[in-house]
């Protein structure tokens, strides 16, 4: 189980095979009933690991997400690079890695669980916009030959408070899953001062893909991967 995860992270942060052992569990209950949901001491009893140890290597449960937050954003890299190699357009991928994100969270409660509870932590919040400066800067800076990654880091301090604002925003009849990918993606490209003509364009090529399919491909992607160590 997790072979993938644990390999990549050790190679950043060696870990012992007690905190392996850790994750691993971990990680089961997280995707089996959600982060909130898990305690220590239903950790300690999944991965047969005391508690007092558990408590040592990771104090918090979210020094144990944010291994497993990590490995998400590897599955949104997929979906960028795969986007942008097919469209040739960086805008796009940009777009469409929000709008799998949203699309994800409004489909499966436990995957809204994960993301919220990430945005919600301070170290994993820092993770994701150090994650995603980086990220946007690779795809952006051609645009802006001025900006440095620092700009693009201060910028996400904006855009992640926006993407935090969509997982406590609930799409309903009245306000549908195409209306609120439709106005966060709009609202994150307004910040970079892309040109209406252009944000419209992005966003109709969004909403005309099967985005609710992508995000399902990719979670299940991403949690088979942990789980069978694919």
Not at 107 to 135: C, G, M, R, V
Not at 176 to 195: E, Q
Request: net charge negative; proline share 2%; hydrophobic share 40%.
């Amino acid at each position: 189980m997790i072979k993938s995860i644990i390999q990549r992270h050790s190679k950043i942060d060696p870990l012992s095979e007690t905190e392996i052992q850790v994750i691993k569990g971990a990680t089961k209950l997280f995707l089996k009933q959600g982060f909130s949901k898990t305690t220590h001491r239903q950790i300690a009893e999944e991965s047969g690991i005391g508690l007092g140890t558990i408590t040592y290597h990771y104090k918090v449960k979210e020094d144990m997400l944010r291994v497993l937050i990590e490995e998400l954003m590897d599955f949104h890299l997929d979906i960028i690079d795969e986007s942008a190699e097919k469209a040739k357009d960086n805008l796009f991928a940009f777009a469409i890695e929000i709008a799998v994100q949203i699309a994800l969270c409004e489909n499966d409660q436990k995957a809204w669980d994960l993301y919220f509870s990430a945005y919600s932590h301070p170290s994993t919040f820092e993770y994701i916009k150090d994650w995603a400066a980086k990220k946007n800067y690779h795809l952006l800076k051609d645009r802006f030959p001025d900006k440095t990654e620092e700009d693009f880091r201060n910028l996400e301090n904006i855009i992640s408070g926006i993407e935090l604002a969509a997982f406590t925003t609930q799409a309903n009849r009245y306000f549908t899953l195409n209306d609120k990918i439709s106005l966060f993606v709009d609202s994150m490209l307004k910040i970079y001062d892309i040109p209406e003509t252009e944000r419209k364009a992005t966003i109709e090529k969004v909403i005309e893909l099967d985005y609710c399919r992508l995000a399902k491909e990719m979670f299940d992607k991403f949690v088979g991967r942990l789980d069978g160590g694919r």
